[in-house]
């Protein structure tokens, strides 16, 4: 199995475009979650998903961040307008089941910089 | 506010050293806590606590809980530099909510 799969590993943009973040979960897992890293705020839960349907969204920053799981092999975070604040590690993670105990395995991460 | 602090924020050791790191918490209706690994990538999954007193153990790491003091023990004993990492602990609680600590970064010295 490929594991999670992030793309894109790395994005530059300037502040005010659009960005927007894609996932593929592992086949099988029912269960997707988005996380940002950032030195100052550790690793914080944005949104989860399970069965392509939003759970809790209360992690999501602002208005500015958005995310969607059309079906059960894709997911996006989009972001729009960008700010330099959004710059940050940004994770992927699935997971079989709803439950947030069960082991998760992250993707390797999109970079973000926001100039 | 619930919250999940770490300690210490950093620790330096030389190969063959035991180390305890310290994972408190204050949340409501407390689920679970995880351990995880982070190197230079995504963190890797640990061990999952929920009961009390039960140590959870692979190879020379170790972990037990204690919901009477609301915290958790990481125990690493003679340290490579392969443990060299942040390692992370994050707490399940009210059902649906999943917060991290900040992490405490390993660095052990060969």
């Known amino acids: ?99 947030l105990t069960e082991t998760q395995y992250f993707g390797p991460g999109t970079r973000l910089l926001v100039l | 506010e619930d919250k999940v602090v770490q300690s210490p924020l950093s620790l330096v050791v030389h190969e063959g050293d035991t180390v305890t790191l310290n994972c408190s918490y204050e949340v409501t209706n407390f689920r679970s806590l995880l351990w995880y690994k982070q190197e230079k990538k995504a963190p890797t999954f640990l061990f999952m606590l929920t009961s009390s007193g039960i140590e959870k153990k692979s190879g020379r790491l170790s972990s037990i809980l204690d919901k009477k003091e609301l915290s958790s023990i990481l125990n690493i004993t003679a340290t490579q530099t392969g443990d060299s990492a942040i390692y992370l602990c994050a707490v399940v609680y009210n059902f649906n909510k999943f917060y991290f600590g900040s992490g405490t970064k390993l660095n052990v010295k060969p």
């Open chain 1, 1 to 99: 199995d490929a594991g999670v799969i992030q793309s894109p590993r790395h994005e530059v943009t300037e502040m005010g475009q659009e960005v927007t973040l894609r996932c593929k979960p592992i086949s099988g897992h029912n269960s997707l979650f988005w996380y940002r890293q950032t030195m100052m705020r550790g690793l914080e839960l944005l949104i989860y998903f399970n069965n392509n349907v939003p759970i809790d969204d209360s992690g999501m920053p602002e208005d500015r961040f958005s995310a969607k799981m059309p079906n059960a092999s894709f997911s996006t975070l989009k972001i729009q307008p960008s700010e330099p604040r959004d710059s940050a590690v940004y994770f992927c993670a699935s997971t079989t089941t709803s439950l």
